[in-house]
């Protein structure tokens, strides 16, 4: 089974941040947390990684809590584009879980 | 560059028929997976490889399934005697080395048994 929970769907507006959450509670001191994202009918894609600090890249921004037992992944101004299912893994499970479909509605 | 790829991109065969599965991992990645994704489902973890270490066969389902993985680069998937319940769509991934984690995923093959 995978490592992290994450809840099944979540629906945000668009042009609104969407704020995806995560819990790895098990993680171990050197394990970074992954972020993924699956388009329809295409691969998953990655979207950013962090150990510790928060991290930020063109696409995202990821937060992990101070005990490392969390995180959450912010789309700041989610599109139509990133209706997907997201994927929050931590990699030496390998294991992806059935990650959040969210859904950005106009 | 050029991505991932897999072939074929679709398979459709007969329940009891044996079929192999292709991917071409990007040039230089030296880690390779294979992960399955029933329809509706999340990713399912089959196989890892990663240089020239023994793999990570932990995920496979059953000893109908096998990989290989040839010069460190082309990997092929095999079912042998397949099942109804191997229809789903087969996805490969790699990565480079220093960087096992950040992988770039092929299109997948869409397997249905019939």
């Known amino acids: 089974d995978a490592k992290t929970t994450q809840p099944p769907s979540m629906d945000c507006a668009e042009g609104r941040a969407a704020n995806l959450p995560c819990n790895h509670s098990?993680?171990?001191?050197?394990?970074?947390v992954y972020w993924y994202r699956q388009i329809h009918s295409q691969g998953p894609q990655y979207i950013i990684h962090?150990?510790?600090n928060n991290e930020t890249n063109e696409m995202a921004s990821l937060i992990i809590t101070e005990d490392r037992k969390s995180s959450t992944l912010i789309l700041p101004h989610a599109t139509l584009r990133d209706t997907a299912v997201y994927y929050c893994?931590?990699?030496?499970?390998?294991?992806f879980g059935a990650g959040t479909r969210l859904t950005v509605k106009p | 560059g050029a991505g991932v790829s897999q072939s074929p991109s679709n398979k459709v065969t007969e329940k009891g028929k044996d079929v192999e599965l292709r991917c071409d991992p990007i040039?230089?990645?030296?880690?390779l997976y294979w992960y399955r994704q029933s329809l509706g489902q999340g990713l399912e973890f089959l196989i890892y490889?990663?240089?020239?270490?023994?793999?990570?066969k932990s995920g496979l389902p059953s000893d109908r399934f096998s990989a290989e993985r040839t010069g460190g680069s082309v990997s092929t998937l095999t079912i042998q005697r397949t099942q109804q319940e191997d229809s789903a769509v087969y996805l490969c991934?790699?990565?480079?080395?220093?960087?096992?984690?950040?992988?770039?995923f092929g299109p997948g093959t869409r397997l249905t048994v019939l």
């Open positions: 991934a790699s990565s480079p080395s220093g960087s096992r984690y950040e992988q770039f």
């Open positions: 098990t993680i171990s001191g050197n394990e970074y």
């Open positions: 962090g150990l510790k």
């Open positions: 893994i931590v990699p030496f499970d390998m294991r």
């Open positions: 040039s230089g990645h030296t880690a």
């Open positions: 490889f990663q240089g020239n270490s023994a793999p990570d």
